[in-house]
Nanobody, 117 residues
Framework: QVQLVESGGALVQPGGSLRLSCAASGSIFNIYVIMGWYRQAPGKPRELVTTITRRGTTNNADSVKGRFTISSDNAKNTMYLQMNNLKPEDTAVYYC??????????WGQGTQVTVSS
């Protein structure tokens, strides 16, 4: 059973930066169709932050364009989310997701990001 484990969430001041990591327990990044990051703020539904397909096509929420970047290191089975110029409205639990060519779909347990002064 593949597991995704996020890390890197923290309390940060507005304008600050964080890098989230999502480590997979198996070598799944060679067989993914799409991977990405989602977030859920209190009282709100989970929303897409950014995704990237196997072909390298990215899809970013308008609210994070120019500030957040998704990347991966397949050799380390790890996906990253670089977040710059953070705003209070970015406060949420962030989840990573990987969908495989086999049809399997995996979620991490989430990591809390709080942007506050």
């Amino acid at each position: 059973q593949v597991q995704l484990v996020e890390s890197g969430g923290a309390l940060v001041q507005p304008g600050g930066s964080l890098r989230l990591s999502c480590a997979a327990s198996g070598s799944i990044f060679n067989i993914y169709v799409i991977m990405g990051w989602y977030r859920q703020a209190p009282g709100k539904p989970r929303e897409l932050v950014t995704t990237i397909t196997r072909r390298g096509t990215t899809n970013n929420a308008d609210s994070v364009k120019g500030r957040f970047t998704i990347s991966s290191d397949n050799a380390k089975n790890t996906m990253y989310l670089q977040m710059n110029n953070l705003k209070p409205e970015d406060t949420a639990v962030y989840y990573c997701n990987v969908q495989l060519i086999t049809g399997q779909n995996y979620w991490g347990q989430g990591t809390q990001v709080t942007v506050s002064s």
